[in-house]
């Protein structure tokens, strides 16, 4: 079956709620605290649509412009300083129970790194992570640095060491580059 990735409107909203909370409900890294906060929608939101199955992945990124920014829409700050402004917070990456490591949240994440390209002021890509989630390798092999938090994400409850994860804007074509390679789009 073939996958649309498309930004998702206003008609998608039950869909991406759905996707996400069935999605951090079998999460081993993480508890839901407030599912209200896991469902909203801060930024721009993509998807990747298989027509006949529905949205079985989905991303948001949103633009930051400062620590209190970051704050704001996650609750955490990166334990060293960083100053790489405007950044894009990824954030709320959900893959539907079952369709993992399919290269969905790659395919989405090539998205991100593609729009990132063709803004010149944005100077990194960033994000919060639990340690152990699935995607750690493919960050680090893209040339993300890792860093511990300080703070909580008051949207979820337990869970297991947050990291705090930037890509800078060097690494935004290399990065790109190698996800078409893995996903087979060079």
């Known amino acids: 079956m073939p996958i649309t990735i498309r930004l998702a409107t206003a008609a998608d909203f039950d869909a991406v709620a759905a996707l996400r909370l069935a999605a951090y409900r079998a999460a081993p890294e993480f508890t839901i605290a407030d599912e ?57 990456g959900a893959t539907r129970p079952g369709r993992h490591y399919q290269g969905l949240n790659s395919r989405l994440r090539l998205a991100m790194l593609e729009t990132a390209l063709a803004d010149p002021q944005l100077q990194s890509l960033t994000g919060f992570v639990y340690a152990g989630a699935p995607r750690l ?50």
């Open 36 to 92: 209200a906060a896991v469902t909203r929608w801060d930024g721009q939101v993509l998807v990747a649509d298989c027509s006949a199955n529905g949205l079985v992945a989905t991303m948001q990124y949103i633009p930051c412009r400062s620590l209190a920014d970051l704050a704001h829409f996650n609750g955490s700050l990166p334990a060293v300083e960083f100053k790489a402004f405007p950044t894009l917070l990824l954030n709320r």
């Open 137 to 186: 390798n493919l960050l680090r092999a893209l040339g993300y640095s890792f860093c511990p938090v300080s703070g909580a994400d008051i949207t979820f409850g337990e869970h297991t060491e947050e990291l705090f994860v930037a890509l800078p804007r060097t690494q935004f074509a290399i990065a790109a580059e190698q996800l078409r390679q893995m996903l087979a789009l060079a």
